[in-house]
């Protein structure tokens, strides 16, 4: 992807919002290690309950989710640096209080969130990396169940969006292994969920005439 103009002095502009991975270790697992939590009290000014969209894009689902819910914290976390400035552009110039964004790896979210620190997960159209020798990266592979586990709450719930069958039947496979309470719809336009924000990707699949399917998987510990 072509870098951003300006990309380094745009994303210092964002600084009080946006907390970014130095990759000082190399290590993901390492890294995941060396803790460095972020202070949601300091973050966000109170105690309301802090949900994670893992994979934001350009930020659309974010910025909408906490306009419409002030009653809630966000944490917004995408790899691509890229990406995840149009994401903090647009949340700064809403002026929204309650959303801070981690440009990091889904692979380090625990040096950032401690065990049991987050009440929802969101996956909004994450890669469905169809061929098995990235079967691993997917979002919903046990490896990242098992991170969501241990930093949900009990009882916390991730939200699912995708337009690719066979990488629902794979997540759907994958929460029930892992002990996840799963509910499913496979056409979320004919069973629509009150609130729900169209994301960018959600948008042009709808325009394309796919189906999207939903899942919601609730932790139990
Ligand atoms: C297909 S896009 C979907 C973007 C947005 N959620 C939407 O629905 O429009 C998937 C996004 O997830 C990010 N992503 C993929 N793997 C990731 C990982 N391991 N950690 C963090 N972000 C990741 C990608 O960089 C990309 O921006």
Same mark, same amino acid.
């Given at each position: ?32 290690e060396s803790k460095q939590y ?13 949900? /994670?969209? &893992?994979?934001?894009?350009?930020? +659309?689902?974010?910025? %909408? ?5 002030? @009653?809630? #914290? =966000? ?35 625990e040096k ?32 990242? /169940?098992? &991170?969501?586990?241990?930093?949900? +709450?009990?009882?916390? %719930? ?5 337009? @690719?069958? #066979? =990488? ?54």
């Open positions: 992807m072509h870098k951003k103009n300006h990309l380094e002095l745009r994303l210092e502009r964002c600084k009080d919002i946006l907390t970014v991975f130095g990759g000082e270790e190399k290590d993901m697992r390492l890294a995941a972020l202070d949601f009290a300091v973050l966000f000014g109170n105690a309301l309950p802090v949900y /994670l969209e &893992i994979g934001c894009g350009k930020g +659309k689902f974010i910025v %909408e989710t906490a306009k419409a819910n002030p @009653d809630k #914290n =966000f944490v917004a976390c995408e790899k691509i640096s890229n990406v995840i400035i149009d994401a903090c552009e647009g949340a700064l110039s809403a002026g929204l209080k309650n959303v801070h964004f981690l440009n990091c790896a889904a692979e380090v979210l950032y969130f401690p065990a049991n620190s987050v009440s929802g997960i969101y996956l909004n159209f994450s890669n469905p990396l169809p061929k098995e020798g990235y079967k691993k990266q997917r979002l919903t592979h046990p490896r990242f /169940l098992n &991170i969501y586990s241990r930093i949900l +709450k009990d009882g916390g %719930e991730i939200y699912q969006k995708t337009d @690719d069958e #066979n =990488f629902f039947k794979f997540s759907l496979e994958s929460y029930a292994a892992a002990g996840y309470e799963v509910s499913c719809c496979d056409d979320l336009a004919a069973n629509p969920v009150p609130g729900d924000v169209a994301t960018e990707h959600q948008l042009k699949f709808m325009a394309q005439g796919k189906k999207i399917y939903r899942i919601v998987a609730r932790c139990k510990k």
